[in-house]
């Protein structure tokens, strides 16, 4: 990641590449920091800028081999360490959820403790940082740099270390050479006040209304009033934010409904009506929205084989969507109908005329459909 994609923090950014530049970069920080205001992006992002082969005096440079291995999360000089799981009789460590980290955490840095542990586990049990991976970070930081640069521990969620950060008081205190430390923690009450003592503290406080507002507008294409409001609410907290905005998706649910009823009715006026709608949306909005229905129609054939239990992606509000649908699709048909909606997207994103396309699309999904 690099600091221009982390949602505001300016102070911090500066105050972080100063210390760099100055080479007087702590070697054990605390990233203490309100929940959604990006304690792990910012911690990324000056991790990558600490191996960054052309670093500026504003950001890593994004395109050299160590920012692409940090963007990919496979820097072998940069160590993860987050709350895991039990998933067997051994006690676990960061290492058994490596491929899930990255996949959840490149597709969102933003993600809450709450969200990791659920994209691991069914059951949400505690998370926990245990003893074998803080051996595990003593053993790897006390081996040579793989790349001859900065070895870098990242803790996220310090909070999970609790009496375990206690066998990791001497590494925190006088680290082997080049070695940066950083945890990343929300409450300072649930780290020990010894752990707390070896670091120096970075504060990361709750994000302004007008930085989420400007990332709402260019991550998701809000609309300014929408993104002020949603801004509003979260009330410093990014994440909160994004799922306001996700939440939005639940509309999809009424037109998507909307469409199949006028799709089945055959071309009418109110299907004519509904392809003009969409086509005053953006382009990204199509893109969602088809993604959306892809993934209704597939939990609509899914609930035909689980009975009454509930296919496992839906909201409440998208239920009624799933149940309609249910008797209309087919293993048979969705073969045809995915590759269908792919193909429009695919030619509405690259510019084909929205409205024709859509039309196009109804047609031949009622085709499919009857
Ligand atoms: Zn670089």
Redesign the pocket.
Known sequence: MQFSQVVGLKDVKKHLIQMVSEKRIPHAQLFLSQAGAGGLPIALAFAQYLV????SDTD?????S??IKSQKLIHPDIHMTYPVIKKDSRPPISADYIKEWRTQIMSNPYTTEYEWLQSISKDIKMGNITREEASQIINTLYLKSFEGGYKIQIVWMAENLGEVGNTLLKIFEEPPEKTIIILIAENLEAILPTVVSRTQIVKINALSDEDITENLISQFQASHELAQEYAYIANGNYRKAQQLIENELESFGEDLKEWMIFCMRGPSSDLLKWTENKHDKSREYLKKFFEYTINIFRESLASKYTDNVLAPHVSKSEIPVVQALKKYISHDNLYHLIPLIEDTAYHIERNANAKIALLNLSIQMRQILK
């Open positions: 960054c082969e052309q670093k890593s440079c994004g395109k050299c160590s920012c």
